[in-house]
């Protein structure tokens, strides 16, 4: 085994006390304008279609210069005002408080308070809002969504949240992985004799890498994505390629969803464009390709038609812009077939661990 790398911990407690301090002076500002006689506004970016722009620079969308501004002096925007207001004071309590709280949640506890979301969708939207304004995501005002994926490996992690700071766990000391939750996207990592992250978009074969050892032949760190992962799971993606200067590897479906999928963690996505935590632009797609279903021979269903719009939806996007991207879309055209993580099982169980695995991690050198 390689020897173990310490991180140096940069402390999730300062992340949060940024934060903190962040809520603070908003509500600070709104208090000092009243104090002066104006009515308080704020000015955030838009977030529509139009002020969404692809940066080069940066190899991600990003929002453009585009302001929307929220006045209390405006009887259209006292509602959101209030509803903007109000969130920040609750994150503000989840914070100082030590606790969570789910999306869900959010909209319920509203109703403690009076505040009027006409449903769940409007405080999402909010809490959108919220992140525009403070240039963080939701997770940093400890609101997270239901969605769980799962990790397993050589870490060892160290807890910063209440009752159970400086506790520590080794996440291969479980066969079934650890749900990536708050309690461990928030750990700081002790050390690691990892050399590399592998990303699975599927539960089953998140299950067969640590049944085949995957972690040690390859020193990895294994991640269940859950489908496209939740904002927590790249999140913490993001946070082991650059926290741990790990190399990043993702396996996905061979279709275009699972394309996009490898996309959204490496480039980001058009909903998260305020954002810029969340992408890992090292991070390289190594499969299943499209082209890897002649090559393997695999089992395969025909694209539908909806499979095929996605395709030409894809093709005008500027992050596929050239290399595997457009070579595989255009191979998905000309096959017009799909295939499956798991239809390597026609080889037999751990065809996939065996043979596609290396295969692939040794072209990664290449890419």
Known sequence: MPENKRHSKTSASDRKEEVDHLLHGMGKDVYDTLDNGVFPELALRSRSVRNIVYSEEVKQYVLGSSLVHRSSGN??????????????????????????????????????????????????????????????????????????????????????VKGYEGKTLNLASHPDGYLIGPSLSTSEFVDTSAEMIIAVEKGGLFTRFVEEK??????????????QPPRSTRYMLKRLSDELNLPLNIFTDGDVYGEHIAMVIIAGSANAAHLRDL?????????????????????????????????????????????????????????????????????????????????????????
Not at 214 to 227: S, W
């Open 279 to 367: 992408a890992v632009p090292r991070g390289k797609w190594l499969g299943v390709w499209g082209s890897d279903i002649t090559k393997y021979k695999l089992p395969s269903d025909p694209l539908s038609d909806i499979d095929i719009k996605r395709v030409h939806e894809l093709k005008r996007d500027p992050r596929y812009t050239g290399g595997i991207w457009q070579r595989e879309l255009d191979v998905f055209l000309k096959l017009k077939r799909k295939s499956e993580l798991e239809a390597f099982s026609k080889y037999g169980l751990t065809a996939v661990t065996d043979k596609y695995l290396p295969e692939k991690l040794e072209m990664a050198k290449s890419l």
């Open 75 to 160: 009887v259209k925007h006292i509602r959101p005002f209030a509803q903007l207001m109000w969130l920040g004071l609750f994150s503000k309590l989840l914070i100082n408080q030590g606790k969570t709280s789910t999306l869900r949640d959010v909209y319920y506890s509203s109703q403690a308070y009076d505040i009027d979301f006409t449903d769940q969708s409007e405080s999402d939207e909010i809490i959108t809002d919220l992140e525009v304004v403070l240039s963080k995501s939701r997770e940093d005002f400890n609101i997270y969504p239901e969605e769980r994926s799962a990790i397993f490996g050589d870490v060892t992690i160290e807890y910063t």
């Open 214 to 227: 995957v972690h040690e032949k390859y020193h990895a760190l294994i991640i269940d994505t859950a489908g």
